[in-house]
């Protein structure tokens, strides 16, 4: 079964500091991973995709298969980053579905 | 951009009766779609899979008979929570699939609708 893990709840940091959320996945095909965020508010939306490498807002992610991690990074966070992230898998079988991990509110502290 | 809308946005109902919430796809057609339940300060959690002008398929552990499903058309699927009970009440998500080029596909997201039953 797949499964995402999102270790920590929350993380906070210092407006101007490094920021990396952890993922890690489980599964046993090949593995297509996101980065959903969710500002307050308003509805989830899709941050980035490991297939595209490509760097939104600043943040990147690197799929890592040999540990099985996508995590997210940020150089410089900024206050407007603050929001909850969430990791997905996507199911590439068909109908696409998405498992999420259990997100990580971030909270940027100006 | 692809835009999902959901109506209605929240609403409260009685314990026994039923709802049903739309989940529409504004600028693009949508052979699938995903209704997921989030629950407060949870993640989202998959609770089914509704493909147009066929059966939905349900996530273990999801009563089919309560969550009735229905993707008539490629621009509109509904969830009808029938004889609501008060654990029932959470924060329910469509989303709709969609291609986004480069052989991958993505799920656009709706607003959600909140439902709360007393």
């Known amino acids: 079964a797949q499964r995402v893990t999102q270790p920590e709840k929350l993380l906070s940091v210092f407006k101007g500091a490094p920021v990396e959320l952890k993922c890690n996945y489980s599964y046993s095909g090949s593995p297509e991973l996101f980065w959903y965020v969710q500002y307050s508010r308003q509805r989830l939306q899709l941050l980035l995709r490991?297939?595209s490498r490509e760097s939104i807002k600043g943040f990147t992610a690197d799929l890592n298969k040999g540990e099985t991690s996508f995590h997210l990074k940020k150089p410089f966070a900024q206050e407007e980053d603050s929001a909850m992230y969430y990791c997905?898998?996507?199911?590439?079988?068909?109908?696409?579905?998405?498992?999420f991990g259990k997100g990580t509110k971030l909270s940027v502290i100006p | 951009g692809a835009v999902v809308s959901q109506h209605p946005s929240w609403v409260i109902c009685k314990s026994g009766t039923s709802v049903k919430i739309e989940c529409r796809s504004l600028d693009f057609q949508a052979t699938t779609m995903f209704w997921y339940r989030q629950f407060p300060k949870q993640s989202l959690m998959l609770m089914a899979t509704?493909?147009?002008?066929?059966?939905?398929?349900?996530e273990q552990g999801v009563e089919k008979d309560k969550f009735l499903i229905n993707h008539a058309s490629l621009t509109l699927s509904t969830l009808t929570v029938t004889s609501a009970h008060p654990e029932d009440s959470s924060f329910y998500i469509c989303?709709?699939?969609?291609?986004?080029?480069?052989?991958?596909?993505?799920?656009?997201f709706g607003p959600g609708t909140r439902l709360t039953v007393t």
């Open positions: 989303s709709a699939r969609a291609y986004s080029g480069r052989s991958s596909y993505e799920q656009y």
């Open positions: 509704s493909n147009e002008g066929s059966k939905a398929t349900y």
């Open positions: 490991h297939i």
């Open positions: 997905a898998l996507a199911n590439g079988a068909g109908s696409y579905q998405l498992t």
